[in-house]
């Protein structure tokens, strides 16, 4: 076909498309190494989860694939063995509570922050990023006495209550920056038409912040889905656990892994998230970039 | 962005005239918009105030009445010791260590993040075929949570069924199981930190490339364009007109990474436990074998007080991005 | 419904120990019915709920057993029981949380770190339980009293204890020519023989919890001591502690590679099913995760109780031990709980598979349950005359506890192992071990 083409005509064209490829050679090329650090540790999660026992144990044979057919049973296990279907709703509405609470109270702290030019504002904002300094090492004992006062001991509850103190300041300071992207004269518009500030907030402000909000979401469940210690200290029932508790306590008997389940049970957990922020991550990266810009 | 600060400062004109007019009173005064803005605004932030004040707040006077106090797990009536904890940590060998470590860990996994963040942020800042696939790919170690994926690394690092070693062994570029140059990832003193903290890399790498992304994406075209006009290389062109664009988020961002990672027990607690010898062990882990296991709440508070100071650089930072982003 | 338990208990206690021959592991299950009759919890448990708060076992049958033994207990007693587990390592922060909290699980337990000593001011007295469980079976063994006692007062009632002897590969030994080792020596030789051929041995250098029981195994055989009796002066720095440090070196340089150092405390059991090891020194459970996985390696691995070193054959035991909250909603169900569990420690150390081995002296009578049917297991009946605990020949103090959770043990072997010299070594632990006595002493 190229030899039919005259020089002219057929070189260009050829050129571009060639230059074309390789630039997409090299970008792949470039690619690989992140992609074989990101994805491999998931592809062995996988794998391992599917593997019998017994097949796990070898180092004569290639350990990427199958020596003995792949088998369900580590999965069935989970199901039929342990709490694993009570760990998944537990972690989900332990999450979505997580996400409301954390909306409820840094979308105005952030507004109030980012708008309202209050005395002291910067060193509240300060104040509660500090916060997030505080290491859960030395807050679980404390916090633990509240949660007994809240009688929430043993019940995912406790941690609705606890995960705001660290997804607060975070999504704080990530709206106050977004916040302050908001062009002022659709605020003033909205108030010249009768709105109060609160309405401005709500009817205008608001909607065209969603990006930011969605971004607060977002990082309200991974970060919720981040803790070990608390959960470890204020939950032992069972059908109370979140996921990872769940997984790293009842899954470890001191000297056996169940590896196969361990894998298991956290893709099971960590895959759907990962499907559901790519179909955000769109609005993920403007919510940055909103919070970014100013 | 011009209207409302004139008409602001016009109204706190107006409410400052009212004030000084005297006889009005007090009552009249919240009347004023200045005062209606500042009820609103602190009605607004008194819920995440409250919640932090009450929830970090408290538990954490409690916290260093403990570092004060010769407390332990099981004694709550406890003496008053000054520095006597944060004397003993100082007396400590292993406390060096753990902050030696923490501070390698922390800022090693730092660099690392930056280094990969941005190269992987450049190469999918380009438009090519399968970019969605490949962005929806990078994200999965964020998404897992830490304490299951660390799971996963610690079988990979096995000493013996170590995948990693069976690949590299098979490509010849070490020997056979029990050779010497069969490196066992979490059993030799420098490789053993370097490998937890790879963990902590590899779960955050990509997020630092999300957000670097994000930035570069917002940078505005024609800015580029006009620089390259103006013969501005590449690198100048990322130096002086993308950094700084996306510099508070940075900044903001590695605050809250650096915070995250120097007090994140839980990735050398499930792979080492702070072992061999000490070679990883951070603030977080001496802390709780001494406060927790070993039942000394009061040294184990101390030590992870520790951390304070250490975070008081990234407070500094955020301190002069939060100035910068002021109007 | 206490009728026909009734019935089936004079069955059981007629026939005992043949109705035991007959029930296997798998069997368990028949037992629990006949097993309910020792005694009748009094009635105003009826209607009374209680919460247990108990670690992930080892041998996990034995969770399985104990959990249905709890709701069989509960049934007949009208009290309605839940058993919560946790990984042992993770019970310590869960307890500093309950303190806290003042309020949590009825009945708690200590494995490994023994927080008797931290958390007696707020557990009952059980006292009265435990001398009449004394009593009632020949009495305690001397060496469990200091992790259940304080000032000579119970807070706590010893439920059993882990023993950790050597476990070899006897097809290995045989091929070299070797007999059956009997001496730290032997076995220090044989890995050096076997690393040759492929088949190293180990024991962790890292922190866990086995490279505490290991090293301080091998400490006492050579005679070193971690405190005098009373707990009170601090005698690590000593010759016989050189000298352990200086064999463990040559151990390691001639019969072992560098993954021990990041070894946890899955990893021996996994040296040894595999088939690499030629010895380990490891719990039970490493037995038994290699006659369920690697039944070939299995039928050739033996067991000695412990390897005599130049002083004495002394083996580092881990207990375990029952406390109950002073805040517990339910003393009085907790109190017969362990009453029971003690009364059916021979179904429970039948469940466990052996691993469960008990504090109390008429218990030794043999065959025990789990091991008296096995050839290879046979010589663990004597396992109570060898066994004593960390702070040995001192008593499980908090100051114990936290020599033992800062693994500053396991730590001086790692440093000689790798180089650093022994004297350094020595001084060095010492003055952590001082600093952490002082400490004690001072509050």
Redesign the interface.
Known sequence: MATVATPWEGERPRTRRQKEARRHVLIYLGLTPFLVIAVFPIFWMLITALKQ??DL?RMDVVPFWFHLPPTWKNFDFLFHRTSYGDWIVNTMAIAVWVSAITLVTAVPAGYALARLRLPFAENMGIGIFMTYLVPPIIL???L??M??ILDL??SYWSLVVVYPTFTIPFCTWLLMGFFKTVPFEIEEAAMLDGCGQAGALLRVVLPVSWPGLITSVIFSFTLSMQDF?YS???V???DQKPVPLGV???L??????FWGSLMAGALLVGVPVAIVYNLFLDKFISGITGAAIK | MAGLPAAGSSRSGASLSVAVGGRVGVTSWWRTPTARRFIFGYTLLAPAVLYVALLVGVPFLFSLYLALS?A????PVA?FVGLDNFK?AL????FYVALRNSLVFTFGAAVMKGLLGTSLAFLLVQPFKGRTVVRALIVIPFTLPIAVSVLGW?WM?????SVINWALSHLGLIGEF?SES?P??????GL?LLSVMFVNVWRSFPFSAIVLLAGMTSVAPEIIEAAKVDGASFMQRFRMIIVPMIAPILFIGAAFDTVFTLSDLSIVYLL???????ATEILPT?A???G??????G?GAAISLFLFPLLLPAIAILLRTLRRRQY | MSDPHQVQSDHHSVDRRKFLKLTGTGVVGASLLTMLDARQAPAQLKGTSLRL?M????V?AYDVWLDDFAKKWGETNGVKV?I???????L??????????????DLIYFVG?I?TG?????LIDLSDLANGLGKKYGGWMESSKSGAQVGGTWYGVPDFFIAIPMLWRKDLFDSAGLGAPDTWEDFRKAGRILKAK?H?TGMP???????NHNWRSLMYCYGAKETDPSGQTILIDSKETREALKFAKAMYDEGM???????????????L??G?ACWVH??I??YR?TQD?NPKVFEHTYVLPEAKGPVARLNMGEPNVWAIWKFAKNVPAAKEFIQAIADHQKEAMEASRGYNMPFLRNQYTRPMPGLGGDPKLAALQEQDKITVFFGNPGPMT?AA??V????II??MF??VA?GVPVEDTVK?AT??IR?IYA??K??
């Open positions: 026992e017994s144990y679980f004992l404390p633990s006495r949660v007994s001991q043993d210690l470890l200290a204020f032992s029932i069972s790293a306590t009842e470890i008997r001191g000297d056996v892994y | 010769d332990s797990v099981g004694d003496r003993a007396e400590n060998a292993t610690k690092f096995d000493s013996q069924f029990g069969w066992v990832w979490l059993g030799q003193p053993a080492t436990n702070g072992g061999p010898d000490g001496l709780y074998n001494t927790i296991r070993g039942g000394a709440l040294r | 708060l670690w992930s076992h080892f996990p839940r919560d587990h946790m990984p042992h390592l993770e310590p922060a869960r307890y500093a949380a309950e303190f806290a909290a003042g309020a949590g699980h770190q927080l931290h958390y007696y001011k707020n492929g190293p250098f890292s922190h866990c919890n086995d490279a590679t560098p993954e021990v150092f990041s070894w946890d405390d899955a990893s021996d059991n996994r040296y099913a595999s690499v490891d719990a459970s490493a995760t996985t908090p506890q936290e033992l959770t800062t693994f396991p730590d790692t440093k790798r060095w003055g952590e600093r400490k004690h001072a509050s």
